[in-house]
Nanobody, 124 residues
Framework: QVQLAESGGGLVQAGGSLRLSCVAS????????MGWFRQAPGKEREFVAY????????YYADSVKGRFTITRDNAKNTVYLQMNSLKPEDTAVYYC?????????????????WGQGTQVTVSS
């Protein structure tokens, strides 16, 4: 079965950086686009970034554009989210997802498989 495992979260001061990783198993990784989402307490899960199977196409939420970078290493079945210039409002649990069933990459409802999430906390 498909499994996704995130890591790399933690506590960081505002302005700092973190790199999240998501290792996938149980699928032909290069055939699947990968998304990152986040959910803050009391808020809905929101789209952060997406990368196509080849890595050639990426999309970002406006709130992270220019600060976050999504990449993937198909040889390692891993997708990364490099987060720079972090802000307190970036505090959330971050999830990777795949198995998209809809053309719209930003809709969380269109993804079949999810990881367990990793906590990112940015202090001011």
């Amino acid at each position: 079965q498909v499994q996704l495992a995130e890591s790399g979260g933690g506590l960081v001061q505002a302005g700092g950086s973190l790199r999240l990783s998501c290792v996938a198993s149980g699928l032909t990784f290069s055939n699947y686009g990968m998304g990152w989402f986040r959910q803050a307490p009391g808020k809905e899960r929101e789209f952060v970034a997406y990368v196509s199977g080849s890595g050639g196409t990426t999309y970002y939420a406006d709130s992270v554009k220019g600060r976050f970078t999504i990449t993937r290493d198909n040889a390692k079945n891993t997708v990364y989210l490099q987060m720079n210039s972090l802000k307190p409002e970036d505090t959330a649990v971050y999830y990777c997802a795949t198995g998209r069933t809809r053309p719209n990459v930003i809709s969380s409802g269109g993804y079949t498989y999810w990881g367990q999430g990793t906590q990112v906390t940015v202090s001011s």
